[in-house]
């Protein structure tokens, strides 16, 4: 067994002092049990925590590091940003660099504001698309996530059909009731919500691969028809491209599946590790956003330096080796076929789901294609598969309900750990 006594003790001294112990409740290591690992630094594929154990990482930050940690060319940035000043509180070259380079690379995004992470990227994109069309409802997907806003906080209830009810202590009734909820991949329901608020449905946001029930791919047509929907009735369609950005194509999931959408959300890669997102999209739609608009939002740390320059150098860095996309999605592929080989070879008839570099082993034998059927997987299960993966080396994300980030820094010796580790395993369930 491994040695964790170091990130025990900094738990328990955590729990004192942060609630839970955590700054982000899924790093608690609750829906997997034992505790969270504290850890002290990373390079490349591998994570090394406070006790001293070494993990090839499948998490990546929750996808940032999709070179790997520590890359050495965003290291060098963010030094070189260091040099001149942390934050000035004033426009700098930095952030026309940026917006330019990112409206060069996706071309739904005409303009583009910074902002400081996903979340507050979603319930400003949120507000614009209400500001813009003067309408207050908004269709989220059953199982989506799009941070901790109070708009996105709303389960489906029991019927996709009806109002969302607040799913957080906190979240006014007023405010789930603009939003509605419907099944991921279900373009009926979303029909039949938009016939039932006529005029009334500002957006329809969405992952539009979705990574937070686990990975889950749209089905065929499915994004066109969004698309088609939203066309004809006004709708502002939205695609929170926070994890499927610069990470399933250069220009994300839109690139992927030529779908255009008129509002993207992002963040994650674009940091290079550190905090920030951005929403952009139609520029007469941008254009509503203060000061050139009505619509307010701001951020004192809005386009921070040492963030543009780690986002700006990872982005020329993915820009600049297209291949790089190539790569990472043909590492996958081998961890994934690993995988499945090993589940035909030992009876099991679990669900693994891939899309580019982002992958979930659904402990069910359902095919999965929406939260219904990702509720159906054994968590306990799940729990047992990860407790054993860590004791091999292998960092996996602590719940059944995420997806796996591969990096490019993962090569086929790591590959085989991975492997190796998942065999052992699977055969320990
Ligand atoms: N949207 C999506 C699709 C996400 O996956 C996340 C975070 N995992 C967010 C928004 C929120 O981003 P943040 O945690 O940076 O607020």
Same mark, same amino acid.
């Given at each position: 067994?491994?040695?964790?006594?170091?990130?025990?003790?900094?738990?328990?001294?955590?729990?004192?002092?942060?609630?839970?112990?955590?700054?982000?409740?899924?790093?608690?290591?609750?829906?997997?049990?034992?505790?969270?690992?504290?850890?002290?630094?990373?390079?490349?594929?591998?994570?090394?925590?406070?006790?001293?154990?070494?993990?090839?990482? &499948?998490?990546?930050?929750?996808?940032?590091?999709?070179?790997?940690?520590?890359?050495?060319?965003?290291?060098? @940035?963010?030094?070189?940003?260091?040099?001149?000043?942390?934050?000035?509180?004033?426009?700098?070259?930095?952030?026309?660099?940026?917006?330019?380079?990112?409206?060069?690379?996706?071309?739904?995004?005409?303009?583009?504001?910074?902002?400081?992470?996903?979340?507050?990227?979603?319930?400003?994109?949120?507000?614009?698309?209400?500001?813009?069309?003067?309408?207050?409802?908004?269709?989220?997907?059953?199982?989506?996530?799009?941070?901790?806003?109070?708009?996105?906080?709303?389960?489906?209830?029991?019927?996709?059909? %009806?109002?969302?009810?607040?799913?957080?202590?906190?979240?006014?009734?007023?405010?789930?009731?603009?939003?509605?909820?419907?099944?991921?991949?279900?373009?009926?329901?979303?029909?039949?919500?938009?016939?039932?608020?006529?005029?009334?449905?500002?957006?329809?946001?969405?992952?539009?691969?979705?990574?937070?029930?686990?990975?889950?791919?749209?089905?065929?047509?499915?994004?066109?028809?969004?698309?088609?929907?939203?066309? %004809?009735?006004?709708?502002? &369609?939205?695609?929170?491209?926070?994890?499927?950005?610069?990470?399933?194509?250069?220009?994300?999931? *839109?690139?992927?599946?030529?779908?255009?959408?008129?509002?993207?959300? &992002?963040?994650?890669?674009?940091?290079?590790?550190?905090?920030?997102?951005?929403?952009?999209?139609?520029?007469?739609?941008?254009?509503?956003?203060?000061?050139a608009g009505p619509?307010?939002? @701001?951020? %004192?740390?809005?386009?921070?330096?040492?963030?543009?320059?780690?986002?700006?150098?990872?982005?020329?860095?993915?820009?600049?080796?297209?291949?790089?996309?190539?790569?990472?999605?043909?590492?996958?592929?081998?961890?994934?076929?690993?995988?499945?080989? *090993?589940?035909?070879?030992?009876?099991?008839?679990?669900?693994?789901?891939?899309?580019?570099?982002?992958?979930?082993l659904f402990f069910?034998?359902?095919?999965?294609?929406?939260?219904?059927?990702?509720?159906?997987?054994? %968590?306990?299960?799940?729990?047992k598969y990860f407790?054993?993966?860590?004791?091999?080396?292998?960092?996996?994300?602590?719940?059944?309900?995420?997806?796996?980030?591969?990096?490019?820094?993962?090569?086929?010796?790591?590959?085989?750990?991975? &492997?190796?580790?998942?065999?052992?395993?699977?055969?320990?369930?």
């Amino acid at each position: 067994m491994k040695d964790f006594s170091k990130s025990k003790a900094l738990f328990e001294r955590a729990k004192q002092i942060i609630p839970g112990g955590v700054n982000s409740p899924v790093r608690a290591f609750r829906a997997v049990g034992g505790n969270p690992l504290f850890m002290k630094r990373a390079k490349g594929p591998y994570l090394y925590d406070e006790d001293g154990n070494e993990f090839v990482d &499948l998490i990546n930050s929750w996808g940032p590091m999709i070179l790997g940690h520590a890359h050495p060319a965003v290291e060098e @940035a963010v030094k070189e940003a260091l040099a001149t000043s942390p934050s000035f509180g004033a426009p700098t070259a930095r952030e026309v660099e940026m917006a330019a380079l990112i409206c060069s690379i996706i071309p739904s995004v005409e303009k583009v504001r910074m902002v400081n992470s996903g979340t507050e990227a979603t319930m400003s994109a949120v507000r614009v698309a209400r500001g813009f069309t003067g309408r207050d409802k908004i269709i989220k997907m059953e199982g989506c996530y799009h941070g901790h806003g109070d708009s996105f906080l709303i389960a489906a209830g029991s019927g996709a059909m %009806t109002f969302g009810t607040p799913d957080s202590p906190g979240v006014t009734k007023g405010t789930a009731k603009d939003t509605l909820i419907a099944p991921f991949n279900d373009l009926n329901a979303i029909a039949r919500l938009i016939d039932e608020n006529p005029k009334e449905i500002a957006a329809i946001i969405l992952e539009p691969v979705v990574g937070n029930m686990g990975c889950v791919a749209p089905q065929p047509g499915y994004l066109q028809g969004l698309r088609k929907l939203c066309d %004809t009735h006004n709708i502002i &369609l939205i695609f929170d491209e926070v994890m499927t950005g610069f990470r399933l194509a250069l220009a994300g999931a *839109q690139e992927l599946y030529n779908v255009k959408p008129d509002l993207t959300t &992002l963040g994650k890669i674009i940091g290079g590790g550190l905090p920030v997102g951005a929403y952009g999209g139609r520029k007469d739609i941008m254009d509503a956003v203060s000061p050139a608009g009505p619509i307010y939002q @701001a951020g %004192t740390l809005s386009g921070n330096p040492l963030a543009m320059a780690a986002g700006y150098a990872m982005l020329t860095q993915l820009r600049d080796n297209p291949s790089l996309y190539h790569q990472i999605n043909t590492t996958t592929t081998a961890i994934v076929g690993g995988i499945r080989k *090993q589940l035909f070879s030992k009876g099991l008839g679990y669900t693994i789901n891939q899309v580019g570099s982002m992958f979930t082993l659904f402990f069910t034998d359902e095919t999965v294609i929406n939260f219904d059927t990702a509720k159906t997987s054994d %968590t306990a299960r799940f729990a047992k598969y990860f407790q054993s993966m860590l004791q091999r080396g292998i960092y996996m994300a602590p719940s059944q309900y995420e997806a796996m980030f591969v990096s490019a820094a993962i090569d086929d010796l790591v590959v085989s750990r991975v &492997l190796q580790a998942s065999e052992e395993a699977l055969k320990e369930l």
